[in-house]
């Protein structure tokens, strides 16, 4: 059905919330008994509103076997793009970008929502259920059962930073077919409304992360708002290129990436890809079919995306790719391998931090030792006897260790004795309390025991 909006500035708001109880009662009703729509709308002329509603297609009407009502999925762009509208995501649509096999894109106007008023955003409706493609109900991983992560789990998946272990996909595959089972789901428009809702939570944990994702804005029901990615066109209409291998090492440095987060785009291919004509940057769209990499079909669905990146840059452009960088094989390891580097990088400045700390404060500890050494000589008495003068003398610096006291290097000597004798009491004293603390549960380990009737070996 044509995507037109010119009737939803002339609709009240009866009208709207005569949809909206269409809308609830299709969570049980394939259509809505008439007497149910009244009752969930509670508007008075709810007939009237209906009947005008038919006029504009935007419900449609059954009379057989009963009086009944069902959303149409222009009724169903009205609801979105009103509630879009009213959070001052879009103030107006403009002309259709493109279109494919399951969803259709416009150019759009923003609201008063964002910092720059009048901006120019991308709105994706999602149109699952056409006839070119009817095979999402068995095909996309979120129609499984309990496999379909939420919201904050896609964001929890996104905010990995290594892939898991292969053994940890093998127990993953398992409980995954344990537990899969297939919804029986017939509604379209719910199936398009989960689509959108996956699409735009990976939108946003991705681009959280930094990756070269379209900015995400504002989403409802089955409409995705995001930044408009100026100056760009997908890659399938491009015929030149001036840096090839550039292009490509972006690709492949998002599918490692892509790797790392524990995920697959799964239709990664010239249609999804959009390049800048001016800095040949590389933007990756169309997310709804993101598979996590405990999926059973993941690695062959990563082995597909890479296989079509190389397939097509070697035929348009003549490129010649080594098959061993570009195997699900080299991405994994390589994924794993930067993954213990940083963890490993992250511990070593861990330490470095701790060390630094630590002779810092023996720095400290040593330098005013070494002042007292330096100015009193040990005795508490001859404080009394510096002069004000001397006594507002400034400390001394680290280099001046080396320099030799009144009293020769012995005095430096001492105060380093002094320091180390310092620590090692408190070493012993920590251990001791270690011990103790042993000994504690040791015994109430035995008392339990006892009164259980059980001897204690």
Known sequence: MKFDATHLRHLEDEHFRVLTAVELGMRNHEQVPTELLIALSGVRHARKCAAALLKLKLVHHDS???????????????????ALRERGSVAAVGSQLGTGKESDVFVVVGGEREEEPGAVYALKVHRLGRTCFRTARSKRHYQVTGAAPLEREIEAQAETTAPPAESQLASWRHAYHAAGHRRKVTNWLYLSRLAAAREFAYLRALH???LAVPEPIDANRHCVVMRLVQRAEPLTQVHQLRQPERVLQQLRAFVLALTRCGLVHGDLNEFNVLVDGEREHVTVIDFPQMLPLHHPDAQQMLQRDLDAIVRFFAYRFGMEMNGDDWSTEAILQQARREARV?????EEEEEEEEEEADVADVERRVAEALQRERW???NDHDAAALSPAEEN???WSTADWARPSDSGTAGVCTVAHKVHTERAKQGRRLGQRRVGNRNKDRARRKAVAQASGRLWG
């Open 64 to 82: 057989v076997p009963f009086d009944s009502y069902r959303l149409t999925t222009l009724g169903y762009d009205y609801l979105a793009l009103r």
């Open 208 to 210: 959280r992360r930094g």
């Open 342 to 346: 940083d963890a490993h990088g992250e």
């Open 376 to 378: 009193h000589g040990g």
């Open 393 to 395: 003398t400034p400390e």
